[in-house]
């Protein structure tokens, strides 16, 4: 119902039929939706795309599809740093920069290693293959920025057959319903 039930995403209110398109969110977010029950609407869905699940020295870059080496872009990645990233998503993999230490700092896809200026672009992951990256204990360099193209599937379409009659009673009393969700992982929303 425009202007009376709400859904608080960052602070920012949504109602009517504008939604949160786009909304990057950190773990920890909350959003909140608030109904006071009047005129009853079709409702709304909103889906939270995870693309990365990080651990060790990398980085997801500001809450969207990116992941980077731990410094990038300000600074080169360190001697001697690790990490683990395992798709939450399936995707192809679009390289937005890669320089590594030639043949010594290694980016590990799908059991193929990519180093130097030679980063896995086009590579499709599927959810739950996992990234490796390791740097040796001599020299640094740029580092690198790997962004997700999610691969997207189609809603599936349902019939339903057209109702019959319905009599719906006027509401007598005014009830108003919140509710909150915490994130627990980073994530972007599709409304």
């Known amino acids: 119902e425009s202007g009376f039930d709400t859904l608080a ?8 039929t504008a939604g949160p398109q786009g909304v990057a969110l950190a773990v ?49 990645y360190g001697n001697g740093q690790s990490c683990r990233i395992t798709a939450l998503s399936a995707g192809t993999i679009d390289v937005q920069s890669f320089e590594t230490e030639s043949g010594f700092d ?44 999610a691969t997207t599937t189609p809603e599936p379409t349902t019939t339903t057959p057209a109702p019959t009659t319905t009599t719906t009673p006027a509401p007598t009393t005014t009830t108003v319903t919140t509710t909150s969700v915490t994130t627990t992982t980073a994530a972007t929303m599709r409304f």
Do not use: M
């Open 9 to 16: 995403v960052l602070g920012v209110r949504y109602n009517g």
């Open 28 to 76: 920890g977010e909350i959003l909140s939706w608030s109904s006071d029950q009047d005129i009853p609407a079709t409702g709304w869905k909103l889906c939270l795309e995870a693309f990365w699940e990080v651990h060790g020295d990398c980085s997801i870059a500001g809450g969207d599809s990116c992941v980077t080496s731990a410094g990038y872009p300000l600074s080169n």
């Open 106 to 149: 290694t980016l590990t896809v799908l059991g193929v290693r990519y180093n130097g200026t030679a980063g896995p672009q086009g590579v499709a992951l599927a959810v739950g293959d996992q990234i490796s990256w390791a740097s040796d204990r001599t020299f640094t360099a740029e580092g690198w920025k790997l962004c997700l193209e």
